[in-house]
């Protein structure tokens, strides 16, 4: 299986600040790798997909970048909606995998 | 616009088998790219992929879960299901079943669960 580590497991910002989540994936994925979102008691939604294409409704102050091995997902400015735990998730191989999730919480 | 929307027993027995059925609105569960998948998340704990179904019959689990992992699909319900055998308390989890759709860009097309159900707590214990 492919294995996602994401940092930092945790972080704590206030709003306004830049927030830099990072991904690493055990061997090359090209750029098969998304990102979700997760608050409390919902389910996760869809932020980007394929590295860095945004999806449709998700401010533009989310970005992705990376490709190969490393990863990373950036808030510009975070906002008090933002506050929620960032899971990346790989689809290059079968088992889909996920990181461990980033805890973004507020200062 | 296509919802999903889990249902099924909230308490199985130990060594029993866990049913759950998603059901699809707002599109066909036959139509488009699509595989139909199943994922889920132990109360504080991460997200673990399960498996995912196509219509035409293809299908992918995850072998952490030793075959015990069953997805079928009733197009005529535009239903699909999820069935885990022998299962224990290690199985307690909130469970998610999810769109797995392609999507593309710059040449590349990445599968992702762009579509979710709301989840459905599933504790095993006698």
């Known amino acids: 299986d492919i294995q996602m580590t994401q940092s930092p497991s945790s972080l704590s910002a206030s709003v306004g600040d830049r927030v830099t989540v990072t991904c690493r994936s055990s061997q090359s994925i090209s750029n098969y790798l998304n990102w979700y979102q997760q608050k409390p008691g919902k389910a996760p939604k869809l932020l980007i997909s394929?590295?860095?294409s945004l999806q449709s409704g998700v401010p533009s102050r989310f970005s992705g970048s990376g490709s190969g091995t490393d990863f990373t997902l950036t808030i510009s400015s975070l906002q008090p909606e933002d506050f929620a735990t960032y899971y990346c998730q790989q689809s290059h191989t079968t088992p889909w995998t996920f990181g461990q999730g980033t805890n973004v919480e507020i200062k | 616009q296509v919802q999903l929307q889990e249902s099924g027993p909230g308490l199985v027995k130990p060594s029993q088998i866990l049913s759950l059925t998603c059901t699809v609105s707002g599109g066909s569960i036959s139509s488009g790219s699509y595989y139909w998948s199943w994922i889920r998340q132990p109360a504080g704990k991460g997200l673990e992929w399960i498996g995912r179904f196509y219509t035409s019959g293809s299908t992918n689990y995850n072998p952490s879960l030793k075959s015990r992992a069953t997805i079928s699909l009733d197009t005529s319900k535009n239903q699909f299901s999820l069935k885990l055998s022998s299962v224990t308390a290690a199985d307690t989890a909130v469970y998610f079943c999810?769109?797995?759709?392609?999507?593309?860009?710059?040449?590349?097309?990445?599968?992702?669960?762009?579509?979710w159900g709301q989840g459905t707590v599933v504790t095993v214990s006698s």
């Open positions: 999810a769109r797995d759709g392609p999507h593309c860009s710059g040449g590349t097309c990445s599968y992702a669960f762009d579509i």
């Open positions: 394929a590295a860095s």
